[in-house]
Structures are given as structure tokens and as C-alpha cells.
């Protein structure tokens, strides 16, 4: 079955600290991941992608990385700010004639001044 | 200016009514789909569409019904046979290409209450 976790559950920091959320797959093929930012109350928006060949990229403050062989993703934000307060979600999909995706259950992280 | 919209942004509803939520998109994606989001949990799929008048039951299709009569259109009807609606719904559509994952652009979601 194909199942996606994310670690931590909640994440507590300092505003300008830096912080890694974490994001294990076991979604076989695999074709993509992404991750999305959801805002309190409002619907996700997709931040980065990585397919099978990149190992990292960066949006911004935002750094993705994916080891393929391991299965395992990880987001880190550079000096965090309060607007980082949100739900990071990592979503995997799958190949071969699969286009729904499998979504984490999300990581919130809120930013304390 | 292109988008997904959700309406209405709260509802309210009495035990045993059907309520329907609407969504609607100008992106000209062809896919779109319903989740159903509860505190601590992730997004589960509700129902699925690739093309006007076809569309697949998700992972917790019972007490949901949809409709795609038209590329722009996928509203979401929750029945009385529903048994916990009380949730947020997000609607999301994205393009289709064969065998691979494509960015879903979301609505705002309904956040849905039974009094």
C-alpha cells in the first residue's frame, strides 16, 4: 500500500531560526513529489516538485531534498519567519497510469516571535 | 484571472438535509477532484473526474455524490446518509497527462457543519 509520512507531527521555533521537516515514502513507481504550503483554513499551494533525478531544490528560503534510494524528502527553511506559520504537506505520486496522488498528513509549524 | 473558486466559503446544515458545494474553474484543466480534510489528518480523496460525465469514487466516496456536466464545473453534494460531514472540503484541479502526477491547484475550500 502506498503510504506517505511526515515527521514531525508539530514543530514549534523561533522566528529567523531554521528548521527540516521530514517526509518518508513508500509509493512504488514513483513519478514525483511535491510539497504544498496550506494556510489556516485556506487550500495547499504547491511550493517545490523533485522527480527521480534531482536531489535538491530551493524556492526561496525554502530547500527541498529527495534521496530516491532511501525513499526519504525533507524541506528546510532558512530564517523562518512569522508567514511561515502553516501545514507543510508532502504529496508522492505515483507512475505507469496513476495520477492520484498520495498525500502526508502534513506537518504544522508555527513561527514565534 | 485564472483559478479555482469554492462556494460558499461556511456552511451550515441540519441533520438529514443534502447540501451541495460548488466548485468551478477556468484553468481548463480537465482533472478535478474533492477532498475532505478533518484536524490531524491529511487530505482523503472524495470523488475524482478526468472528463465531463465520467468520474471515479475516491477512498470515502459513501455518502458523497458529484457531477461533472460540464469541464468547469464538479460540485459536491453531501447527503443525509453521511453520517460525520462536519469537515473542510477542498476542491483542486490540475491538467492530465498519462502515468504521472500533476500539480493540483486548490480552491479555498468549505468549511461544512451540521447543527
Known amino acids: 500500500k502506498n503510504q506517505v509520512e511526515q515527521s514531525p507531527q508539530s514543530l514549534i521555533i523561533l522566528e529567523g531560526k531554521n528548521c527540516t521537516l521530514q517526509c518518508n515514502y513508500t509509493v512504488s513507481p514513483f513519478s514525483n513529489l511535491r510539497w504544498y504550503k496550506q494556510d489556516t483554513g485556506r487550500g495547499p499551494v504547491s511550493l517545490t516538485i523533485m522527480t527521480f533525478s534531482e536531489n535538491t531544490k530551493s524556492n526561496g528560503r525554502y530547500t527541498a531534498t529527495l534521496d530516491a534510494d532511501t525513499k526519504q524528502s525533507s524541506l528546510h527553511i532558512t530564517a523562518s519567519q512569522l508567514s511561515d506559520s502553516a501545514s507543510y504537506i508532502c504529496v508522492v505520486g505515483g507512475s505507469g497510469g496513476s495520477y492520484i496522488p498520495t498525500f502526508g498528513r502534513g506537518t504544522s509549524l508555527i513561527v514565534h516571535p | ?115
Open chain 2, 1 to 115: 484571472d485564472g483559478g479555482i473558486t469554492q462556494s460558499p466559503k461556511y456552511l451550515f446544515r441540519k441533520e438529514g438535509q443534502n447540501v451541495t458545494l460548488s466548485c468551478e474553474q477556468n484553468l481548463n484543466h480537465d482533472a478535478m477532484y474533492w477532498y475532505r480534510q478533518d484536524p490531524g489528518q491529511g487530505l482523503r480523496l472524495i470523488y475524482y473526474s478526468q472528463i465531463v460525465n465520467d468520474f471515479q469514487k475516491g477512498d470515502i466516496a459513501e455518502g458523497y455524490s458529484v457531477s461533472r456536466e460540464k469541464k468547469e464545473s464538479f460540485p459536491l453534494t453531501v447527503t443525509s446518509a453521511q453520517k460525520n460531514p462536519t469537515a473542510f472540503y477542498l476542491c483542486a484541479s490540475s491538467i492530465l497527462s498519462s502515468g504521472s502526477y500533476n500539480e493540483q491547484f486548490f480552491g479555498p475550500g468549505t468549511r461544512l457543519t451540521v447543527l
